[in-house]
Structures are given as structure tokens and as C-alpha cells.
């Protein structure tokens, strides 16, 4: 189990980038990229590479749909 990763995260006016370094490992990963985003006016957005639920649940292991 991997708990974090080392990122780095690059911003400008109209982009954020967020690069991270993914160990390899014989067996495969499972992996579920999301984000939180609070915009300037404190409004706060939900990303992930899938919602399968009605609302966001960054824990529900059906939304790791990344495999290396």
C-alpha cells in the first residue's frame, strides 16, 4: 500500500499541473487521482478520474480506475 507520492505542482493563471513520481513495482497499482480545488471566491470543486457515486467519495474503491 502506498500511503503518498512525491509531487510537485506547477500553477499559473489558467493551469494547474500537478506531476507525480509513481514508483514501479511488480504488482500492479490501482490508482484513483483526485483533487479539491477552492477557487478564488472559496467555491470548492470535486475532481477525480471517476465519480461513481451521486457525490463525490474519494474513498469508494470503484472510482481507482488508473492501472500500472
Avoid at 502506498?2 to 497499482?29: I, K
Avoid at 490501482?30 to 457515486?53: C, F, K, N, Y
Wanted: hydrophobic share 45%.
Amino acid at each position: 500500500t502506498v500511503a503518498a507520492l512525491p509531487f510537485t505542482v506547477t500553477r499559473s493563471r489558467d493551469l494547474l499541473a500537478v506531476d507525480v513520481d509513481v514508483p514501479v513495482d511488480p504488482s500492479p497499482l490501482e490508482i484513483g487521482l483526485t483533487a479539491i480545488v477552492r477557487d478564488h471566491e472559496g467555491a470548492l470543486s470535486h475532481w477525480a478520474l471517476r465519480h461513481p457515486g451521486a457525490r463525490p467519495d474519494f474513498h469508494l474503491r470503484s472510482s481507482f480506475v488508473l492501472r500500472a
